[in-house]
């Protein structure tokens, strides 16, 4: 097992998974696009930016040189926004190594084709390139603050995912396995949409029972999402889907509630994804979620609410109404 790692993304979740790495005892490099940005890291071995209060261990090192984080290490770990992840896999590709892993915590698809990321891996490398993904219920400043948190790893080899699992596991971060890389990417991409719809009707007013309604009927778009791509209901059950799914939309550590929340109170987008600071994935999510919905023919009456809101200037009101409105029919 190897003892090195990088992380490509000096965001707070990079930076709180590349704590968590070195905390192990694994020399860890830290990439970050902007030079000011990763020297302020260098300087204050902390990011105060991003996750601020949590000093970097001795063997966290940053760097803003492509080249040498892809040498660093036969595993990569990429948390970059998901619109930004194939380009940064073909940045990376002409330095990196015939045994490359590629890892990612990022939670999305690939905008240009609605693929999942383990899709543009297999492009932009090859099919047999080890391709895993870390997602679950799981804020940045927890981990760094090293309070109790349950991941799920799922690989398109069980070797790797067992291998990135001793890497990052220790008594206070759980990593579970998983062959299922499919479900718990559409887990961890379509909750983010779901946590926006949430946040909408919290920030309209409206109660506990309007937000267990949807997250209920939330996980039902998730499923059936996910059997037309081609995952299996069982992983949706766990951490990287019913678990995450819950957590982005109940607590306002979510930046995707967060935006919802603002939303539902009469913000503009623009006013909201200023105030928060940082990506709010469930944006495009909900553009790409709503494409593969159409595409499938799949009835995700939320999603397209939301993208009704986030693209069609649906009052955040009238699209909680029409869930509303719709037909009585079966659960």
């Keep these: 097992m190897t003892s090195k790692i990088s992380f490509l993304g000096a965001g707070s979740w990079g930076t709180a998974l590349a704590i968590q790495a070195a905390r192990n005892g694994n020399e860890t490099l830290l990439w970050g696009h902007l030079p000011e940005h990763i020297a302020s890291l260098a300087k204050d071995r902390e990011n105060k930016r991003y996750l601020a209060g949590f000093a970097f261990?001795?063997?966290?090192?940053?760097?803003?040189?492509?080249?040498?984080?892809?040498?660093?290490?036969?595993?990569?770990?990429?948390?970059?926004?998901?619109?930004?992840?194939?380009?940064?896999?073909?940045?990376?590709?002409?330095?990196?190594?015939?045994?490359?892993?590629?890892?990612?915590?990022?939670?999305?698809?690939?905008?240009?084709?609605?693929?999942?990321?383990?899709?543009?891996?297999?492009?932009?490398?090859?099919?047999?390139?080890?391709?895993?993904v870390l997602s679950g219920p799981s804020f940045a400043r927890e981990v760094a603050a090293s309070l109790p948190t349950a991941v799920t790893i799922a690989a398109t080899q069980q070797a790797f995912a067992e291998?990135?699992?001793?890497?990052?596991?220790?008594?206070?971060?759980?990593?579970?396995?998983?062959?299922?890389?499919?479900?718990?990417?559409?887990?961890g991409a379509v909750k983010n949409v779901l946590a926006i719809a949430a946040g909408i009707a919290d920030g309209i007013g409206f109660g506990a029972n309007t937000r267990a309604a949807l997250i209920t009927r939330g996980i039902a778009e998730i499923i059936r999402l996910n059997n037309a791509l081609g995952g299996q209901q069982e992983a949706l059950m766990?951490?990287?889907?019913?678990?995450?799914?819950?957590?982005?939309?109940?607590?306002?550590?979510?930046?995707?509630?967060?935006?919802?929340?603002?939303?539902?109170?009469?913000k503009n987008s623009e006013q909201a994804i200023n105030e928060i600071g940082q990506e709010v994935e469930g944006i495009s999510a909900a553009k790409e979620t709503y494409r593969l919905a159409k595409k499938y023919a799949i009835d995700m009456p939320i999603t397209e609410q939301t993208y009704r809101v986030l693209y069609e200037g649906l009052a955040p009101l009238s699209a909680v109404q029409s869930l509303l409105q719709r037909d009585q029919k079966p659960e």
């Design 57 to 132: 261990p001795d063997l966290l090192k940053v760097t803003d040189d492509l080249k040498h984080v892809t040498e660093f290490s036969d595993i990569l770990l990429i948390s970059v926004p998901s619109h930004a992840f194939k380009d940064t896999l073909i940045k990376i590709k002409p330095f990196a190594s015939k045994d490359i892993k590629i890892a990612w915590a990022s939670k999305g698809f690939n905008p240009e084709t609605g693929e999942l990321l383990h899709q543009a891996v297999a492009d932009v490398f090859s099919p047999q390139t080890p391709a895993a």
């Design 163 to 187: 291998q990135l699992a001793q890497l990052m596991h220790s008594p206070y971060f759980r990593t579970y396995t998983s062959n299922d890389i499919v479900s718990v990417q559409v887990g």
């Design 238 to 266: 766990g951490l990287a889907g019913l678990g995450d799914l819950i957590l982005t939309c109940t607590d306002d550590q979510s930046r995707n509630r967060r935006f919802g929340i603002a939303l539902g109170q009469g």
